[in-house]
């Protein structure tokens, strides 16, 4: 079995930081894409960013200059630098693995972790 599991959301002032990780655990040989979505209350699940094995990210253009993704491909582990953080990035922000391969199985999976809260104050 698959786990991610999100850290680092938390409360923060606009214009402050903040640095979410993700660790993806289990019998898994390899993954093509790991990403950041959020998600408010009414509205669908958006991408943040997302990082490739190669490393070729992909970021929103709300968050372009302002958050940098980075993945450990070794550890499995994903983070997101959030800086110049604006109250329109408070949300739930979920941690994605897409074209994972666990050893022992057949064919490519896809996992989500549980979310964490993101509240940046005005």
């Known amino acids: 079995q698959v786990q991610l599991v999100e850290s680092g959301g938390g409360l923060v002032q606009a214009g402050g930081s903040l640095r979410l990780s993700c660790s993806a655990s289990?019998?898994?040989?390899?993954?093509?894409?790991m990403g950041w979505y959020r998600q408010v209350p009414g509205k669908q699940r958006e991408l943040v960013a997302s990082?490739?094995?190669?490393?070729?990210?992909r970021y929103a253009e709300s968050v372009k200059g302002r958050f940098t993704i980075s993945r450990d491909n070794a550890k499995n582990t994903v983070f997101l630098q959030m800086n110049s953080l604006k109250p329109e990035d408070t949300a739930v922000y979920y941690c994605?693995?897409?074209?994972?391969?666990?050893?022992?199985?057949?064919?490519?999976?896809?996992?989500w972790g549980q979310g964490t809260q993101v509240t940046v104050s005005s």
């Open positions: 289990g019998s898994i040989f390899s993954i093509d894409l």
């Open positions: 990082v490739s094995s190669g490393g070729s990210t």
């Open positions: 994605n693995g897409d074209g994972i391969i666990v050893s022992g199985q057949y064919g490519k999976y896809r996992y």
